[in-house]
């Protein structure tokens, strides 16, 4: 059986009754600012799903540009006609998207087309631009990118600027990759005559090697430097 309910209870408007006239109230007396609130927040919508879409089409437009070099390399091989199609595609990518995931990749294959054809101020150039833009990373792209300019700077001659680099290739995300890195920092050390500092390096190199052929080479290299 439900409770009755007191006189002054009986008497006392009902809650929601009284918040609603209060709302209402405010609404009359302030038609203008709650007229800006609205509209402000309708617009805001409106610009969120506009990036929303705008941003979909603009990732989506850069992947298929990005796909066309594999389509070139797929249908006519890695030859000079194709290498400098894809020049040009990587260039357009860097122009037209240089925000999204495939302008910045664009940066890396660049620099590996640069580097292969002997061109390494430019090969560095666009090493440098895609290490600036990456960020985080944990796919390993940022250690080869790192990587190849420690072997940029190699060629060079440039042995500090190569350590440099290789070091930093190695404090970065570099899984399946370490035993790489230690190599070529030993190799650097010992190109500078620093034969210490170089059998440290392929002693750690060592510890991460399992592949036959690069533990024998290892091990020779500590017995010469030893």
């Keep these: 059986m439900a409770a009755k309910l007191s006189k002054k209870e009986l008497k006392s408007p009902d809650a929601f009754q009284t ?5 209402g109230d405010y609404v009359s007396e302030n038609k203008a600012r709650v007229m ?27 992947l298929k540009l990005y796909a066309k070099v594999q389509e070139n390399i797929m249908k006519h091989g890695d030859n000079k006609e194709t290498v400098n199609e894809n020049i040009k595609i990587f260039k357009e990518l860097i122009e037209k998207y ?21 061109e390494i101020d430019k090969a560095i150039n666009s090493y440098d631009k895609f290490v600036e833009m990456a960020g985080s990373d944990k796919t390993g792209v940022k250690f ?33 990759f370490e035993m790489i890195g230690l190599r070529n920092i030993a190799r650097t050390y010992e190109e500078m005559n620093n034969k210490q500092k ?12 399992t592949e ?15």
């Design 19 to 23: 918040t609603f006239e209060k709302v």
């Design 144 to 176: 080869l990118a790192l990587t190849s300019l420690g072997y940029s700077y190699e060629v060079k001659n440039d042995y500090k600027n190569a350590l440099k680099y290789f070091e930093q290739a190695q404090n970065t995300y570099n899984i399946g």
């Design 212 to 226: 036959p052929a690069a533990v024998i080479f290892i091990k020779r290299k500590i017995s010469t430097l030893s």
């Design 98 to 118: 240089p925000h999204s995931w495939s302008g910045r990749m664009a940066h890396y294959h660049l620099g590996n087309i640069y580097y292969n054809n002997g």
């Design 198 to 209: 170089a059998l440290e390096y392929y002693k750690k190199a060592l510890e991460k090697t």
């Design 36 to 62: 800006v609130a609205g509209t402000a927040l309708a617009c805001a919508m409106v610009i969120a799903v506009g990036i929303y879409f705008y941003w979909s089409y603009y990732t989506n437009s850069a």
